[in-house]
């Protein structure tokens, strides 16, 4: 059986956006764990994120999330916290993914595993795999894919978690989190 680990990000990496920089993973033994959460994502043609969903549908995401055979793994960064060459960038981009793939990998009870992300800019594919071989060697796991993608079901999750980690420290707004915490397994702020 393969697990999945799936992440996306939330806050923005320039030096003058917010002050907060999440990324987010779903860590589970099979995607299908997952399907009440995405059943529960509004679908009206165009891609819904955390960011442009009601409060009622958050909720909704997120309460399947909190009913799900999953694990969540956060790191949050304050970028007011970081030496100037963590502060914003890709170089805070790169920081950030590695270690949240660090702890994702290491709470993945499967010895196979797939890694998906958001599709974006930050990072190339190949410094992608390059993060991911590296690590799952320390933890003896067998990454079968590991990819960028765009719209996947359980990368869409993921974002809405991202979403609820990053309104906690951004907005102190703790209601969607607080539905997801008894999933969190790793929560680091740095």
Not at 16 to 24: E, L
Not at 52 to 72: P, Q, W
Request: net charge positive; hydrophobic share 35%.
């Amino acid at each position: 059986m393969t697990g999945l680990i799936a992440i996306d990000e939330s806050g923005d990496l320039g030096q003058r956006g917010s002050r907060h920089f999440v990324i987010a993973a779903l860590v589970t033994s099979r995607s299908r764990h997952l399907l009440g959460a995405y059943k529960a994502i509004p679908r009206d043609g165009r891609e819904i994120k955390f960011y442009d969903s009601s409060f009622e549908e958050r909720i909704r995401v997120l309460t399947e999330v909190a009913r799900a055979d999953v694990k969540i793994v956060y790191l949050c960064i304050d970028k007011e916290k970081q030496d100037e060459s963590y502060k914003s960038g890709n170089a805070l981009y790169r920081f950030a993914l590695e270690e949240v793939i660090r702890c994702a990998l290491a709470e993945s009870i499967n010895k196979d595993v797939n890694v998906r992300i958001d599709e974006n800019s930050f990072i190339k594919r190949k410094d992608l795999e390059e993060i991911v071989s590296t690590v799952s060697k320390e933890f003896g796991k067998n990454v079968k894919g590991c990819s960028k993608v765009s719209s996947e079901r359980c990368v869409r999750i993921a974002d809405y978690v991202a979403g609820s980690v990053w309104a906690r420290y951004e907005r102190e707004i703790r209601e969607y989190y607080d539905i997801i915490k008894e999933k969190v397994s790793v929560a680091r702020e740095s």
